[in-house]
């Protein structure tokens, strides 16, 4: 089993930034690709970005390419989503998830997720 907290949504105005945090806990946070999602009004949750287990790779939605980064460290059970040059069409709520495959973009397919953490740009 493993709980998944996220942290640091807010109101940010557009070409802004903000910095998700997803903390874990229970089994250990290195046995996981770590995936972020994101759903807005409306619309189906779909895939942000993923970041392997050892944290070397990374792949990403087309629409967040050049703007989001994710990163992790392991030692802290901690992943990351940095979001600069924030749209409104970003505005969502965003949820890291664990236990998916590398290239899985459907939700479906991870097992672990947090609570999910607001993001609103505003224009």
């Known amino acids: 089993q493993v709980q998944l907290v996220e942290s640091g949504g807010g109101l940010v105005e557009t070409g802004g930034s903000l910095r998700l945090s997803c903390g874990g806990s229970?089994?250990?946070?290195?046995?996981?690709?770590m995936g972020w999602f994101r759903q807005a009004p409306g619309m189906e949750r779909e895939f942000v970005g993923v970041?392997?287990?050892?944290?070397?790779?990374?792949h990403y939605v087309d629409s967040v390419k050049g703007r989001f980064t994710i990163s992790r460290d392991n030692a802290k059970n901690t992943v990351y989503l940095q979001m600069n040059s924030l749209k409104p069409e970003d505005t969502a709520v965003y949820s890291c998830?664990?236990?998916?495959?590398?290239?899985?973009?459907?939700?479906?397919?991870?097992?672990?997720w947090g609570q999910g953490t607001q993001v609103t740009v505003s224009s």
């Open positions: 998830a664990a236990g998916g495959s590398y290239y899985n973009r459907d939700p479906k397919g991870w097992r672990y």
């Open positions: 229970g089994r250990t946070f290195s046995n996981y690709n």
């Open positions: 970041i392997d287990i050892s944290g070397t790779y990374t």
